[in-house]
């Protein structure tokens, strides 16, 4: 299903559900909620209908439907990108991205980095911010840095995307300047953000940093305090058993230890509210808030 993004320039798509009559809207949005959420099989059936019209909302909840095994659909990822195509050729944002997630993945289409590269870039000059996000993964990867920090910085203020912050700070160390007050301000702003999010980046190299105490002030407390939340952090798997190595290598005492431990005890709670990590190969079925 390889095909052209020249349309791309023009936006073909039809009327924005806000501008569509109230009872159309009302429809598709009834549709979807009884397909997504109670999986109601005359649901899937009037989606079909109104896609076959050209409506997008609906072509893109059917490619959400298929691609994530929605009962009463089946799992056809295929088929999902045959329906964000004829989302995306009318400039949805939301379809550009899925149908970028499935050639960056080879999800149900032979894998195409370029295409699917052009496809993020499309929907994230729309305002999809995962979109953002794994273009910066993919110049991270080929490691053009300049290019990552760019789409990592526009990721900067929107909360649900915690390790775009992390991967921004953690190049920000390796390419700047870390004896400007403002670069080493920056970092910490960033990453503190992140790890308040449970981005399991985030948590382990403040607690680093705090322990080294070169790009911010050493506190022996506070990086037991972020060891501590990563225990609880389901997450964070591949840090636990190198928890108490930690400790040993950076010889933190008894006293630290015991004032970290309280720290942690306090900002966690009985109930911590974990945040899970943002899945990027997963598909997105609407625009989500960067609050």
Known sequence: MLWSTAWADTDNRQPSPFFFPHDLQKSIVEARTRLIEQHDPAALSDLYKLAK????????ALGYAYDNGIAPAKINPKLAGQFWQAAARQGDAIAMHN????????RGVP?????????????????????????GQLAEARHDYATAMTHYRDCLPIRFLPNAKTRYSLLLMRTGDMTSPNNREEVYTQLRAAADRWDIDAQYTLARLHAEGVVIRQSLPDAVFWLEVLRRNPAAKKYWSSLDDFVQAYKIGETDIQTGKEMARMWLGDDPKIIPAVDYTRSILERESIF
Do not use: H, M
């Open 53 to 60: 019209t050209g409506i997008v909302d609906a072509q893109t």
């Open 99 to 106: 149908l970028g997630v499935l050639y960056w993945q080879g």
């Open 111 to 135: 894998r195409n980095q370029p295409l699917a590269e052009t496809l993020f870039n499309l929907a994230g000059s729309r305002g999809i911010g995962r979109s953002k996000a794994i273009l």
